[in-house]
Nanobody, 121 residues
Framework: QVQLVESGGGFVQAGGSLRLACAVS????????MGWYRQAPGNQRELVAL???????WYGESVKGRFTISRDNAKNMVTLQMDDLKPEDTAVYYC???????????????WGQGAQVSVSS
């Protein structure tokens, strides 16, 4: 069974930094896109950062220049370095990956359990 396990997050003052990590476990044949989304109370889930296995990267407009996504294809891991955090970055952050399991022909979308990031002013 494929799982995405997140770690990191927490509480920080404005201007501080936090790091999130996500590891894929299970019977994985291939991983395509990997990334991060976030959801604040009362808001829809929004894209934070995304990378595919070709090395292309996309960032949400509000985090460009402050957040950095990186990926280790050998380990099926993705990390999100968050710098210069702002109170409006407060949300639950979800890891996301497009995965093809062993013996399965199609890719499926998987989500991590979510990690709370709280930024005080």
């Amino acid at each position: 069974q494929v799982q995405l396990v997140e770690s990191g997050g927490g509480f920080v003052q404005a201007g501080g930094s936090l790091r999130l990590a996500c590891a894929v476990s299970g019977n994985v044949f291939s991983v395509n896109g990997m990334g991060w989304y976030r959801q604040a109370p009362g808001n829809q889930r929004e894209l934070v950062a995304l990378t595919n296995n070709g090395g292309n990267i996309w960032y949400g407009e509000s985090v460009k220049g402050r957040f950095t996504i990186s990926r280790d294809n050998a380990k099926n891991m993705v990390t999100l370095q968050m710098d210069d955090l702002k109170p409006e970055d407060t949300a639950v952050y979800y890891c996301n990956a497009n995965i093809r399991e062993l013996l399965i022909k199609s890719y499926e979308m998987y989500w991590g359990q979510g990690a709370q990031v709280s930024v005080s002013s």
